[in-house]
């Protein structure tokens, strides 16, 4: 009992702490899009919507995320922000998002022993190449 208790303990304390995590006054007003949403659109071969389309579900807390990475993209077309073709079903947009995220936030890609900044600086660097 006392290792359950313990855990329970560290889990809560870590909650607590990212509770207050605060943003700039610039970001107040946004919204987070789970990555585990974004995988279940890709699944689905949704794609990506508006900000105002998308379900509550879609949306999650930062004070409750491990990590928040803020991603922000042009839109390719003038009504649509992905293009889905033969080769991206779900969306290329989507799916070029999806891997380097996946790489870095999956089970396989935590365990590569790079370090969390290295890890984000790739991202980016995949994300806007």
Known sequence: YFLAAMAIFAYAQILWV???R??????????FVTLEYLRRIAASGEGIKRCQDLPPDAFGHPQKARFVISISHRWLE???????????????????????????FSIRGLGKG???????????????G
């Open 22 to 31: 605060r943003f700039p006054p610039g970001l107040a007003g946004c919204k």
């Open 78 to 104: 003038h009504y649509t922000c992905d293009i889905k073709n033969e080769l991206f079903p779900e969306g290329m947009r989507l799916r070029t998002m999806l891997s380097a995220l996946d790489e870095y």
């Open 114 to 128: 790079q370090g969390f900044k290295s890890r984000i600086q790739r991202i980016a660097m995949a994300l806007t």
């Open 18 to 20: 990212r509770r207050g």
